[in-house]
Structures are given as structure tokens and as C-alpha cells.
């Protein structure tokens, strides 16, 4: 029993001292990639969350499902999925969650945390104050816990402020704006006016449920009253929920950080004055047996304050795919901007302007120009505001989040301040460090000395060398032009072959495609064109273009629309091969395409976007000479498909495919980094939509490392992640190692990306 007296002075609260080498402000996705990438490499983290649970707004408490690059699989950015404990984080959701259950998904962020011995966490941690060193350093910051009733102070020779409002970055007076900025500045054409607001609002949102039986509904007194208070009223359907009501978006208006509780509550009264008009309006059938099961208690939040870096990310760099020495990260999100009225708004709940490609972002749009140890990660980053359209989403967040962790622990490891990593040497390293993670920097591979595997001789047991993908018995209609993406290399003719079906005597369109740039997948380069003459009823159609590529790349071997034919498609499915069309998806405002008005510097293209499974078939196409998948495109130092597929691929008729690694000498060998193939193009929403598979049909299961002599290192049976890394309980020498792979399916091959010997 505890007894206390009176006492004259004030008490003051339980405080305790935390001290590590990195304090990360902020538990959202941002905040936990950083956390985790930086524990890893071995220095000590505080992650410091001011809510119950991990996330942010991809946490139960919001429940905004997690996007990037492949935006929905709706536009042209092919395999772009962020990489390293993003993608990570994503492919167990998957395995464990692929409902789209947010409770889950906080469950998996929780258990990533604290399964890194490094990572101290403290929940429900709002921090409050900033103590600088100097005009140019923190020193430490102060928060507290109500549940505990807490006070701590988090001190360390570096700090990230990924709290999304800058509350550190703020307090510690780094310099940043909040608005957008005009035209003019940094030539910016998209830039919008003071008409259109110069910020995004916030977002609740809400499921409901059958209860089975009748549930009457008597709204509380401060619900919306007239529903056309809302000019896009119509787009309210019954079975929505959830961030499908992405456009449920308010305080544009206004200050978006100390008003938010005012905005809470508008949107609250925005949210059960619509639930009223589902139940009681008389609009809506079957609604009798709906009740409410979820209604937000926080506002999920878009955009506040933005910090100055030592670059900062604009229009320009997105739409034109600008290069940068220090890239270490990539967006491929639309320039997403929205009306600044939000749900009162009559206006397109936003304005989404596409790239032809994803782009990069440096490393200088982290590094606080201001605060020499002070990191950026988040929606903060260093960005204008039409570019921060697209870098604010929170799969390129956690991209970001990665660069920070990784970045900080070689400030650790060298006592060198964020800056001083864009020396030239350092931000090698830093890439090739992010490279083997996973982070897949675009243009920028890991470094073919970092790998043991380039100084080996490779052989395989089979390499696939696909001069046909097998037909089956389903047949895709041409009623939109669809196109088979292939790996073409340079100065080839090719010879191409697929059945066909057609309705009456026709023509047919096919044309071989490419990307004006390289690396792309927007096929805006038509190389040649061919007409191909059809009879009534099914024949196989045999054709080949004059022209050859000038580079290695992916091509489309397009077939333009036409009602009266149909092709046959494969039920196969191989590595860096796909089937797109010229397709729509409104989601992220894809009509098929893009056509900007004049004078805001976009550009103007079609999109070419693949079906989800288990729509997502390949043509039962025939390609002569065949694609070749061999071994040469392991220790290229990329991990994912890139101008070709890059990766080994057995062949199906291989029962037993085994890789054969060999030295001229004994080698010391500590770990292996195998990058398997967990289709870096499905985007994985984390909540809400659901998915077909918990494992990618791509992905190896099963596998075995033994060294020549014999000796088994590792045999893994229900592998399901992209990334795996042995690490050898002792030091290991050797004059080779073999790889046995079994193939994921009858209908696809064993694949592996690259595999790194250290």
C-alpha cells in the first residue's frame, strides 16, 4: 500500500532518460522503414509514436490502404514496387493478412518492431519539446506518456523527424513552408491558384456491415442535415467504405495542424449526416439489416508543413525522370493534387497527372538544411508542393524511411554528420548499402565488386530459353488493343506466332512498340506496323517486323482492338513477362489517356496496364529466336526486372534446377543474399481490397545451399519473402556453393533475381 502526505511544492512526474543513437519522431510507415533498416545495421534506436499503435494512416485507426509506385496497378510503371522492409512489410502482409484486416496489419508493424532487439519503442509518446546543442544541432527532445504518466527525454547525436507535422524540425526552427508555391519559383506549370487552395485535407472514413436483422438509425444532432450540401452526393453507393471514400476531405481551407480537432469534427458530422442519408433517405434498397461498425476517431492527414533540404523535389523531376547523383530512393505516384474545399467541393475530388516512368529522389531531400543532425522522412521531405502531389504517399514514404535508417547508421558508424554523406565516396556506399536491401535504386545497381559471385564461374542445370508460352483453352477478346511485353535484345529480327479466332474475315493491327526512354513502360515509340489479313474461325497467325531494336529493351508486340478477333492466352507464367492493355482504371484517374490541357507540363500518352490475377494472363505467344533467362544476369547487381528480366530462369522440364557457383580458390564466405521474385508489380494494398494469393505464384518455396564439399548451409521449405539472407552461424570456406531451387508451380519456372556472396 502507498500513502502520501501532503506536500507544500509541486510533485513532479515519473521521468526517465533514454538515450541511443538515433531518435525517430514519428511511428508511421516512414518512421518504422527507418527504424528497422537502421537496427539492423546495428545501432540503437528510440521510435517514438504518439498513437496506441504503428502506422499512421495505414494503421487501424485511419485505415488508408498503403500505395506507390504502382499506383493501383493503374499506370505505366511495370515492377516498381518499393523495395527493402517496404516491400518486406508488404509481402508478409500478404501472407498473413491479404482480407486487408487493418487490425492485422498493426499487429505485423508491432511484431517487425519488436523483433529487433535495437529498437526501443514507446507508444502513446507524444513529444513536446526540442533542446538544441547549438544553433545547428539538437540535442535531445522531451516527451510523455498519459498512460503511464511518463516523462522522457529522448537524447542522441542524431534525430529523424518523421511525425508528418515536423513538430521537431519545427521547434528546432528548420526552415519550412506550408502552401504552395507559385508558378513562378521553380517553374512549376501545375502549380495551382488560391481558386483551386494550396493544400490537401484531411480524411476519416467508416465501415459498416450486415447485422442480419433489422437496425434503425437516428443520427446525432450535429449530422450533415441536407446530403446536396455535398455537390458529388451521387457518388455515395451502399457498398462502399473505408478509404474508398478517399474523397470524404476536409480543412483545405484552413490551418490543417492546429485546427485539426475542428476539422475532426466536420468531418464526423460529413460522415454519419451520410450514413443517415444511406439508412433513411429512401434512396438506397437493402439497406434495412446495415449498422455502422467503424467510424474514425483521427483524422488521417495529408499535408502540412514541408521542410527545406538541400534540394528540393519539384514538378519537373517527376515528369521528366531528371537524374540525380545521390538518388537513393524512387516515386512513381501521379502528381495527385486536390481541391482545397475537399467534399464541398464541385470539383474532381483530385487532379492526377501521371509520368511516363518512375523518378528518382536524392538524398539531399532528406538531409535538413538547417539542422546538421536532423533527418527528414515522411510527407515532410524536402518538395514543393505540386511534387510532394506525389512523394507524400506512403509506400514512397517508407522508401524514404529506408534511406534515413540506412544513412544514419553510417553517420553512426563514421562520426560523420547526414551532409557529409554527398561526398562522393560515401554516397556510393550508401547506395550499394540501400542495394542490398533491396531499395533498387533506378539507374543506380549495386556495385559488381560488392558481390563474390562476380569473380566465380556460374552454371546452371537448365536455363529457360522461352520460344513459346503454352496455350490453354481462354481466349481474350480485342475489344481494347492489348500487348505482350518481351525482353528484346539489340539488332535482332524476331519472328512472332499466336492463334487467333475471328468472328468473320478481318484485319488485324500489330504493331512493335517501345519506350522513348529506355527504362520505361509507356510505349510511346512505334517502331513498325504490320496488317495481318483473318479468316473466319480460329488459324494461326505468323508474323515479323523488318525493324530491330537499337537496344535492349522491353518491346510491345501490340494487337490493336478489333471486336471480331480473339487470341489465345497462356495459363504459364514466367518472370519479367507480362500482358498489358490499353486499358482504364479511374482509381487513379487512368481513362486510357492522359490528355493534359495546354500549358501545365505534362505530358501527354496512353496507358498499357496489366489485368490482377487471375485475370492477368500472358498471350500463348511463340517468339523466334527465344527469350534467354540464363545465368549471365545474376551479379549484374540488379534485383528486379529492368530493360531486361534479370533474372535466371529454369526450365520447367528441370526436375531438380541447381545453380553451381565455382571458384578458381577457397573462399571465405559469411553470408548469401537471395532476391526471389514476389512480383514487384502487384502494388499489395494493405487494407481494404482484398488480394487472390498470400504467396506470389512467382516466389520460390523451396530451396537448398550446400557448398561443393558437401555441406548443407541452409534448406528453407516455405520461403514466401523476396529477400532472404543466410547467415552462416561461422565463417564458411569454400571453392563453390550450390543452389537447389524447386519450381513454384507446374505452370512456373523457378526464378531467382540475383544472389550476393559476402
Same mark, same amino acid.
Given at each position: ?48 509514436? #504518439? ?16 500505395? *506507390? ?88 547525436? &542524431? ?7 515536423? &513538430? ?86 484552413? #490551418? ?10 466536420? &468531418?464526423?458530422?460529413?460522415?454519419? *449526416? ?25 483524422? *488521417? ?37 486536390? /481541391? ?74 563514421? *562520426?560523420?554528420? /547526414? ?116 479468316? /473466319? ?150 487494407? &481494404? ?59 512456373? /519456372? ?9
Amino acid at each position: 500500500m502507498i500513502v502520501k502526505k501532503f506536500e507544500k511544492k509541486e510533485r513532479s512526474l515519473h521521468h526517465e532518460l533514454v538515450a541511443s543513437d538515433l531518435v525517430i519522431i514519428g511511428g508511421g510507415i516512414a518512421g518504422v522503414c527507418a527504424a528497422i533498416t537502421a537496427a539492423r545495421k546495428g545501432i540503437k534506436v528510440a521510435l517514438v509514436q #504518439d498513437r496506441p499503435v504503428l502506422g499512421g494512416n495505414a494503421s487501424s485507426e485511419v485505415r488508408l490502404w498503403i500505395l *506507390g509506385a504502382t499506383s493501383h496497378m493503374g499506370n505505366n510503371n511495370r515492377w516498381s514496387r518499393e523495395g527493402g522492409v517496404m516491400d518486406e512489410i508488404l509481402v508478409e502482409n500478404m501472407y498473413r493478412n491479404k482480407e486487408g484486416n487493418a487490425v492485422i496489419f498493426d499487429t505485423i508493424l508491432l511484431d517487425k518492431v519488436m523483433m529487433e532487439d535495437n529498437i526501443q519503442l514507446f507508444l502513446n509518446t507524444a513529444v513536446y519539446e526540442v533542446t538544441k546543442k547549438d544553433e545547428r544541432s539538437i540535442q535531445s527532445v522531451k516527451g510523455f506518456n498519459a498512460q503511464n504518466s511518463t516523462s522522457y527525454i529522448f537524447s542522441a547525436p &542524431l534525430f529523424c523527424d518523421a511525425s508528418g507535422d515536423g &513538430l521537431v524540425a519545427f521547434q528546432a526552427g528548420a526552415a519550412f513552408r506550408m502552401g504552395a508555391e507559385t508558378k513562378e519559383e521553380f517553374g512549376e506549370l501545375f502549380a495551382p491558384d488560391e481558386t483551386y487552395g494550396e493544400l490537401l485535407g484531411h480524411s476519416m472514413y467508416f465501415y459498416s456491415k450486415s447485422a442480419g436483422q433489422h437496425v434503425k438509425y437516428r443520427p446525432p444532432a450535429y449530422a450533415l442535415k441536407d446530403i446536396k450540401e455535398i455537390p458529388r452526393y451521387k457518388l455515395i453507393s451502399k457498398t462502399d467504405m473505408g478509404c474508398r471514400f478517399w474523397w470524404f476531405e476536409y480543412g483545405g481551407r484552413t #490551418d490543417t495542424i492546429h485546427k485539426t480537432e475542428e476539422i475532426k469534427y466536420e &468531418l464526423w458530422k460529413v460522415i454519419y *449526416g451520410v450514413w443517415d442519408y444511406i439508412k433513411n433517405s429512401g434512396e438506397f434498397d437493402d439497406v434495412d439489416d446495415l449498422t455502422l461498425e467503424w467510424v474514425a476517431t483521427v483524422p *488521417g492527414k495529408r499535408e502540412s508543413r514541408r521542410f527545406e533540404g538541400h534540394y528540393m523535389l519539384r514538378q519537373q523531376d517527376v515528369i521528366e525522370q531528371r537524374s540525380f547523383p545521390d538518388a537513393v530512393a524512387h516515386g512513381g505516384w501521379a502528381l495527385d493534387l486536390h /481541391p482545397a474545399d475537399g467534399i464541398y467541393s464541385d470539383q474532381s475530388g483530385c487532379t492526377q497527372w501521371h509520368a511516363k516512368g518512375v523518378y528518382e529522389i536524392p538524398y539531399r531531400s532528406y538531409v535538413s538544411k538547417d539542422i546538421e543532425n536532423l533527418f527528414l522522412a515522411g510527407r515532410i521531405i524536402s518538395a514543393t508542393h505540386v511534387a510532394f502531389g506525389s512523394s507524400r504517399v506512403m509506400a514512397t514514404c517508407g522508401n524514404g524511411g529506408q534511406v534515413v535508417g540506412m544513412a544514419a547508421a553510417l553517420c553512426k558508424r563514421d *562520426g560523420a554528420k /547526414p551532409v557529409q554523406l554527398l561526398d562522393s565516396s560515401r554516397m556510393v556506399e550508401l547506395q550499394d548499402e540501400l542495394n542490398l536491401i533491396g531499395q533498387a535504386i533506378p539507374h543506380v545497381p549495386l556495385r559488381k565488386n560488392i558481390n563474390k559471385l562476380n569473380t566465380s564461374t556460374v552454371t546452371a542445370s537448365s536455363s529457360l530459353t522461352l520460344d513459346h508460352l503454352p496455350g490453354t483453352d481462354s481466349w481474350v477478346t480485342l475489344s481494347i488493343a492489348v500487348a505482350q511485353l518481351l525482353p528484346l535484345v539489340a539488332n535482332q529480327l524476331y519472328q512472332f506466332a499466336i492463334k487467333a479466332r475471328a468472328k468473320e474475315a478481318t484485319n488485324l493491327t500489330v504493331q512493335l512498340r517501345t519506350s522513348s526512354k529506355m527504362a520505361n513502360y509507356t510505349p510511346d515509340v512505334v517502331i513498325e506496323e504490320l496488317v495481318l489479313s483473318l479468316q /473466319p474461325g480460329e488459324q494461326r497467325l505468323s508474323f515479323a517486323f523488318d525493324a530491330t531494336l537499337d537496344t535492349a529493351q522491353y518491346a510491345f508486340i501490340t494487337f490493336l482492338s478489333n471486336d471480331l478477333v480473339a487470341l489465345q492466352e497462356s495459363d504459364h507464367l514466367y518472370t519479367g513477362m507480362m500482358r498489358v492493355c490499353n486499358g482504364e482504371n479511374k482509381a487513379v484517374s487512368n481513362t486510357g489517356k492522359q490528355t493534359p490541357p495546354d500549358g501545365i507540363g505534362i505530358d501527354a500518352f496512353e496507358f498499357w496496364i496489366p489485368k490482377r490475377r487471375p485475370d492477368g494472363k500472358n498471350l500463348a505467344l511463340s517468339v523466334s529466336p527465344g527469350i534467354d533467362f540464363s545465368t549471365q544476369y545474376l551479379g549484374n547487381g540488379l534485383t528486379r526486372p529492368w530493360l531486361q528480366a534479370n533474372a535466371w530462369v529454369a526450365d520447367l522440364q528441370d526436375v531438380q534446377p541447381t545453380l553451381r557457383i565455382e571458384w578458381d580458390c577457397v573462399q571465405i564466405v559469411s553470408e548469401l543474399r537471395l532476391f526471389w521474385d514476389t512480383d514487384y508489380d502487384h502494388a499489395m494494398e494493405s487494407t &481494404l481490397m482484398g488480394h487472390p494469393d498470400d504467396v506470389m505464384p512467382f516466389c520460390v518455396r523451396q530451396y537448398k545451399v550446400y557448398t561443393l564439399e558437401g555441406q548443407l548451409l541452409t534448406e528453407v521449405t516455405d520461403n514466401y519473402q523476396t529477400l532472404n539472407v543466410v547467415q552462416l552461424d561461422a565463417v564458411v570456406q569454400t571453392k563453390g556453393l550450390l543452389l537447389e531451387v524447386a519450381h513454384p508451380s507446374p505452370y512456373v /519456372p523457378a526464378a531467382l533475381f540475383e544472389i550476393i556472396v559476402k
